[in-house]
């Protein structure tokens, strides 16, 4: 368990809630990452990473984090209720959430894949922001900026998909502001940029489950820069 330093974070741990086993013959608990997480839980800090390749169930875990926590599974606010078509797992109804001592219950979830019908629904409801009209990556930074007053849960689930590198930078810039006001951050990503992080605890997803890694160690890392030392040897395989 966390110590008390961290008692005013949302959320210190995600753990199985006991009265709500979950079967681990069914999807999404058959993979390793989610079985892991409901036999041991997982302790969150200020900044917790996850990286893993496409289907190892890094995008599973925030999902259920955050509808646990009360947020809309298609992204925005706690108290967001836009929805176009349900495609969450399960997940969520068999966790429970240690949370801080007087922690704020905000938060917001942005989700990358559902960006688009996100910012039709705050169009709306008369917000007054106007994403659409922005390139998909300066929505996104203008989405987190406009929304930096919520303190509390930040979920990011994929947010480099709209990104360029300064736009990777710019973004842990704006998250870096929103822990130092006080909120808490939680983020799936593929970028090694988002995964250097400064000061994050980071772990790799996969067949094995959940690992803690220095970010050096990450998969992701050593393949990023074996492929920039050497495209020819990669491509050579699929060209």
Known sequence: MPSETFSRFPVLRVEEYPQSHMDRTTWPATLAPVRQLLDDGLDLGAVTVLVGDNGAGKSTLV?????????NAEGG???AMNRTRSSESALADHLQLVRGAGASKRGFFLRAETMHGFFTYLESIGDEGVF???SHGESFLDLVAARSKVRGLWVLDEPESALSLPGC???????????????QLLLSTHSPI??????ADLYEVGEWGIRSSEYD????VRNWRSFLDSPDRFLRHVV
Do not use: C, K, N, Q
């Open 63 to 71: 999902e259920a984090i955050a509808t646990s926590f009360g947020m």
């Open 77 to 79: 606010s706690t108290g």
């Open 132 to 134: 659409h009209e922005r």
């Open 169 to 183: 930078l710019a973004l842990i810039g704006l998250l870096r502001d929103l822990v130092a006001a006080g909120s």
């Open 194 to 199: 988002l995964a250097a992080y400064p000061g």
């Open 217 to 220: 160690d990450l998969d992701l």
